[in-house]
């Protein structure tokens, strides 16, 4: 009596062919980068939010802006914090040593707190694109494994010349492994690509409306 065929992921993994197996091992680890990165992001842009409200609590408390600077000091760690340092130690450097300020001292804090919120929009969406590709690729390099897998079924079958179905049935489960690997990493990619990219945008608007409430407050105090 023969035994039934085992259809294990594990035992379609060991059946397949060398390549299909490969192709298998690459959406894997394609699927434990993406996640790898999914979590990192998560926690990066919940520590963003928290030191975000946390700055802007600060900020508002009517404390002097000179005191909140002296406080944090030119080499801060939240984004908040530099993006309020970079337009901070811009506004020092444009007085002269008479008390008055050096003509255009507007545009250069802006430029200065614009350099400062790209560089935090960059550290945002680092490693973004990785899920973006895992997502686009993935689908097809399953699929690629699967019509690699079937070849190989309809090769076996003419050489056997058997086309029983529990001859063609492993082959063929073997070879759509891959394209639901493929499925499995390409799917949670897109979505959380779609989420933090959303995330990412909205906290750098928090950004770029904190750096021209910011460069408000200063105007005032230039034109005063």
Same mark, same amino acid.
């Given at each position: 009596?023969?035994? =039934?065929?085992?259809? /294990?992921?594990?035992?379609?993994?060991? #059946?397949?062919?060398?390549?299909?197996?490969?192709?298998?091992?690459?959406?894997?680890?394609?699927?434990?980068?993406?996640? =790898?990165?999914?979590? %990192? *992001?998560?926690? %990066?842009?919940?520590?963003?939010?928290?030191? +975000?409200? *946390?700055?802007?609590?600060?900020?508002?408390?009517?404390?002097?802006?000179?005191?909140?600077?002296?406080?944090?000091?030119? $080499?801060?760690?939240? +984004?908040?914090?530099?993006?309020?340092?970079?337009?901070?130690?811009?506004?020092?450097?444009?007085?002269?040593?008479?008390?008055?300020?050096?003509?255009?001292? $507007?545009?250069?804090?802006? #430029?200065?707190?614009? !350099?400062?919120?790209?560089?935090?929009?960059?550290?945002?969406?680092?490693?973004?694109?990785?899920?973006?590709?895992?997502?686009?690729?993935?689908?097809?390099?399953?699929?690629?494994?699967?019509?690699?897998?079937?070849?190989? /079924?309809? &090769?076996? &079958?003419?050489? %056997? %010349?058997? $086309?029983?179905?529990?001859? !063609?049935?492993?082959?063929?489960?073997?070879? @759509?492994?891959? $394209?639901?690997?493929? @499925?499995?990493? =390409?799917?949670?990619?897109? &979505?959380?690509?779609?989420? @933090?990219?959303?995330? /990412?945008?909205?906290?750098?608007?928090?950004?770029?409306?904190?750096?021209?409430?910011? =460069?408000? &407050?200063?105007?005032?105090?230039?034109?005063?």
């Amino acid at each position: 009596m023969e035994h =039934a065929a085992d259809f /294990s992921m594990w035992a379609l993994f060991a #059946r397949a062919t060398i390549t299909v197996k490969l192709v298998m091992i690459m959406l894997i680890a394609s699927s434990f980068w993406a996640w =790898a990165i999914i979590v %990192q *992001k998560i926690i %990066q842009y919940r520590k963003a939010r928290a030191e +975000a409200a *946390k700055f802007d609590q600060a900020f508002w408390s009517g404390e002097p802006l000179d005191g909140l600077f002296d406080q944090i000091g030119m $080499t801060p760690d939240g +984004a908040s914090e530099k993006i309020f340092a970079a337009g901070m130690m811009e506004w020092r450097r444009s007085h002269r040593t008479d008390g008055g300020l050096i003509a255009g001292a $507007t545009s250069r804090i802006d #430029r200065a707190m614009d !350099v400062a919120i790209a560089r935090e929009a960059d550290e945002l969406q680092k490693g973004l694109p990785v899920l973006a590709t895992v997502g686009s690729t993935t689908p097809f390099v399953g699929l690629f494994g699967t019509v690699w897998g079937i070849m190989n /079924s309809f &090769i076996e &079958i003419a050489e %056997q %010349q058997n $086309t029983n179905l529990a001859v !063609v049935a492993p082959g063929i489960a073997e070879a @759509l492994l891959a $394209t639901g690997l493929g @499925l499995l990493a =390409a799917i949670p990619a897109v &979505i959380f690509y779609n989420k @933090l990219s959303s995330d /990412s945008d909205r906290i750098v608007s928090g950004y770029e409306a904190f750096s021209d409430e910011f =460069a408000t &407050i200063l105007s005032r105090q230039l034109d005063s």
